[in-house]
């Protein structure tokens, strides 16, 4: 019954990210400015998507209040059991880290402005998310080589799981200074809630990998999905907009990173949901 409870949650979840991934793509082609992004029309398709949005959220939480994991007694020392898909998700996800790296090396130290310029209130966050997508990315190839073969112990890293902690909380600030109505710059809105659930995420991994406690699972399940269901309907819609608007530009790297975070996330769900 509660196996039936959960699977039957998440797949509620997934429903409502599906549509809130087809509203967005038709607010992207038929009421969205291609230059700003902002909607075009003050309709109620914004609120229908922060609804769904809303919905994916409780039905994901209650999903995972019900799944019924083992004892500690039972959980793996010293990193997640081989498994090939957490190993591919978190080498795209180093990859894609160190590409944001290097574009914000261009963008902060390119003198000719072809490349834009940070404003003088963004410095600070943008030099802490250059630093730290570099670090990051060394984290996600550790784990990756963790969910490999458990060749290191990350319960003896404890300090490490800081880093994509402090990145994301560096983008969400940069991103807050920069948003606008949340009507019309759903754009916006849904990068500042993926970056939420993906400061969630992150603390809850480090947490689960830190002491791999089943007590910990289900925290970190809910926002494993949450963040996967939210890559789709808010990080690969931004890249849909980006792409048809041909607006995609070196500052704009990070929405691949966003998704590859969303993939890796999904695929630390779906390895605790099969356990």
């Known amino acids: 019954m509660l196996k039936t409870k959960y699977k039957s949650g998440i797949f509620v979840a997934f429903l409502f990210c599906i549509a809130a ?19 075009t029309e003050k309709t ?34 010293g990193g997640f059991k081989r498994d090939n ?17 290097v574009s914000a090396s261009i963008v902060l ?16 966050s943008a030099v802490f998310v250059w630093i730290f997508s570099l670090a990051s990315s060394v984290y996600y190839f550790l784990i990756a080589l963790s969910v490999r073969g458990n060749w290191y112990d990350f319960s003896k890293l404890s300090f490490f799981h800081i880093v994509p902690v402090v990145l994301i909380i560096s983008r969400l600030f940069t991103q807050l200074i920069n948003s606008v109505s949340a009507v019309f710059d759903i754009i916006s809105a849904g990068r500042i809630v993926f970056l ?26 809910f926002s494993s999905f949450c963040l996967g269901f939210l890559g789709i309907c808010c990080v690969l ?31 630390v769900g779906k390895k605790l949901i099969s356990e």
């Open 21 to 39: 991934f087809l509203l967005r793509i038709y607010q992207i082609f038929s009421i969205t400015d291609a230059q700003s992004g902002l909607l």
């Open 44 to 77: 109620s398709t914004s609120y229908f998507f922060y609804g769904a949005i809303f919905l994916i959220v409780i039905f994901t939480f209650f999903a995972c209040r019900s799944k019924n994991f083992y004892e500690d007694s039972d959980a793996v020392s």
């Open 85 to 101: 898909f957490c190993f591919i998700s978190a080498v795209i996800l180093g990859i894609c880290l160190f590409v944001q790296f």
């Open 109 to 124: 130290f390119d003198n000719t402005g072809v490349y834009g310029s940070v404003e003088q209130n963004l410095i600070v």
């Open 196 to 221: 939420i659930f993906g400061a969630v995420f992150v603390i809850c991994f480090g947490n689960y990998m830190d002491s791999l406690s089943c007590k910990k699972k289900k925290s970190l399940l």
């Open 237 to 267: 819609t931004n890249l849909v907009f980006l792409i048809s608007s041909n607006t995609f530009t070196i500052e704009s790297i990070s929405v691949l990173s966003d998704f590859a975070l969303s993939i890796f996330a999904f695929s």
